[in-house]
């Protein structure tokens, strides 16, 4: 079964804190993964997809296939990093995308 | 343009009214999607278009009609909705639908609607 777990449905943090998100799929071929942001009363935002290997606002995430996780890591946190995360799983060619059931970050000043 | 626009911003609607949900793109993606995000909810898949055609519905009731006019423009038409099909309903786009199409969703800001 194809599917996404996000442990954590709130993750609270100080200003200047290491954070990181987990997230684990299960997929049964090559995965392709994706970190979405929502910030209070603004539209879903793509953050990160694992094919790049980018760094967008000091967040980065690794694939880790043997593990099956594609954990959210930022090594200092902002306030302006509160906000909603979810994972995602993108399925075959069918381009559905599967969300994981998201995780609310509050970062305190 | 980088976006997807979605009309009306809200939407009160009665359970014997018709209504549509408009979506807009112009950044010559060839998949448009329609989800449904209850509050504190990630979003559901409800419908799929490649190519201006219906590829996936996860099986939604038949009082949502979604059409894909032209490759820009996809409508989700309302009708005899009940008080739980109140959400926020999300319109997507992507370049493709396949494997080689790893550039993830735009999302619009949605279409808050109220069923009462």
């Known amino acids: 079964a194809q599917r996404v777990t996000q442990p954590e449905k709130l993750l609270s943090v100080f200003k200047g804190a290491p954070v990181e998100l987990k997230c684990n799929y299960s997929?049964?071929?090559?995965?392709?993964l994706f970190w979405y942001v929502q910030y209070s009363r603004q539209r879903l935002q793509l953050l990160l997809r694992?094919?790049s290997r980018e760094s967008i606002k000091g967040f980065t995430a690794d694939l880790n296939k043997g593990e099956t996780s594609f954990h959210l890591k930022k090594p200092f946190a902002q306030e302006e990093d509160s906000a909603m995360y979810y994972c995602?799983?993108?399925?075959?060619?069918?381009?559905?995308?599967?969300f994981g059931q998201g995780t609310t970050l509050q970062v305190k000043p | 343009d980088t976006e997807v626009t979605q009309t009306p911003k809200h939407l009160v609607m009665g359970m014997t009214n018709k209504k549509s949900l408009k979506c807009e793109q112009h950044?010559?993606?060839?998949?448009m999607y329609w989800y449904k995000q209850k509050a504190k909810k990630p979003p559901e898949l409800m419908f799929v278009?490649?190519?201006?055609?219906?590829?996936i519905n996860e099986s939604v009731p038949s009082r949502f009609s979604p059409e894909c006019p032209n490759s820009s423009l996809l409508n989700l038409h309302l009708h005899a909705l009940q008080p739980e099909d109140s959400a926020l309903y999300l319109c997507?786009?992507?370049?493709?639908?396949?494997?080689?199409?790893?550039?993830?969703?735009?999302f619009g800001s949605g279409t808050r609607l109220t069923v009462v």
């Open positions: 997929y049964s071929g090559s995965p392709e």
């Open positions: 997507a786009s992507s370049p493709g639908t396949g494997a080689s199409y790893n550039y993830g969703y735009t």
């Open positions: 278009y490649s190519y201006e055609k219906l590829s």
């Open positions: 694992h094919i």
């Open positions: 950044m010559g993606h060839r998949a």
């Open positions: 995602a799983l993108k399925s075959g060619n069918t381009g559905k995308l599967i």
